[in-house]
């Protein structure tokens, strides 16, 4: 099943093409490069305030057509998130992933009982502050520390300061296991794997190494009754069958019901979707 990001208000994918996309952040328009969009511009670019433009040896760089705030707030179903240009092209956010905050908030809300969550490869907490929101018990891990101090800024702009939602900056590998050891169980597991990546104190992660492992050890840490478990995945070649093959398999003894498909946006010229990720979930 497909999901498409609809119910934005203060983001918008205005235009698409040359291996670029145009987008309103608020009031702020930003043009940033996205592989997939190989198709070619229908007509000229609108007025944009920011572009980033990559650098053949890797990376990049913005250049700015005005002055932009340090950082500025964007809305999403009565929450608040920090959008700040990063070196790396992002802004903090990925907008395509509302329909999963809009469903792991539903289930929360209809459990009927209190709900343990569990965020890995958490970043600046979208899902984290979202799931907090409905009211269940959070714990949002990453290797990064201004990702997870990000996190805590997104709670505290969306009225959430007081929510219990622990912040771990570690590796996901490792806080699982210890998890595991010290007999904690949660009822819900959010991941956003990266191809590659690295660990607080420097360990190397490989998707197609790390990441089984990585689902078993999830499995040890669930609890008896578990609600959902919610797995996004942006790397090149990783197919949606694939992760639901895998979550599948892991969750099988619980029973429930498992699928998934891709995230997308719409363009608001009326030129079509673009695909953005994809996820699998588990549900009980």
Not at 135 to 151: N, P, R
């Amino acid at each position: 099943m497909n999901l498409l990001a609809t119910d934005w208000k203060d983001y918008e994918l205005l235009q698409c093409g040359n291996g670029l996309k145009r987008e309103r952040w608020g009031d702020i328009r930003l043009v940033r490069p996205d592989p997939q969009i190989i198709w070619p511009l229908d007509k000229p670019w609108g007025n944009y305030d920011a572009i980033y433009h990559r650098s053949e040896s890797g990376g990049g760089q913005w250049e700015f057509k005005r002055q932009l705030p340090q950082h500025w707030l964007i809305k999403f179903s009565g929450l608040q998130f920090k959008i700040r240009p990063t070196n790396f092209k992002h802004t903090g956010l990925f907008p395509e992933q509302a329909p999963n905050w809009t469903w792991l908030m539903e289930k929360i809300r209809s459990a009927g009982r209190p709900v343990k969550l569990l965020n890995l490869f958490g970043y600046t907490g979208a899902a984290s502050v979202a799931a907090a929101a409905a009211g269940a018990t959070v714990c949002h891990v990453d290797s990064a520390k201004g990702m997870v101090q990000w996190c805590g800024e997104n709670a505290e702009l969306s009225g959430l300061a007081g929510r219990p939602i622990r912040y771990i900056v570690d590796d996901c590998g490792k806080f699982v296991q210890r998890e595991a050891r010290r007999g904690q169980r949660y009822d819900a597991i959010i991941m956003d794997p990266p191809s590659f990546g690295r660990g607080a104190e420097g360990q190397v992660w490989k998707l197609e190494r790390d990441f089984w492992p990585l689902l078993e050890s999830c499995r040890t840490i669930l609890s008896d009754q578990p609600l959902f478990f919610l797995v996004n995945s942006y790397t090149t070649g990783f197919s949606p069958t694939i992760l639901t093959a895998l979550l599948s398999r892991l969750m099988k003894p619980a029973g429930g019901h498992c699928y998934g498909g891709e995230l997308a946006l719409p363009i608001t010229d009326g030129s079509g979707v673009l695909p953005c990720g994809i996820y699998a979930r588990w549900e009980a």
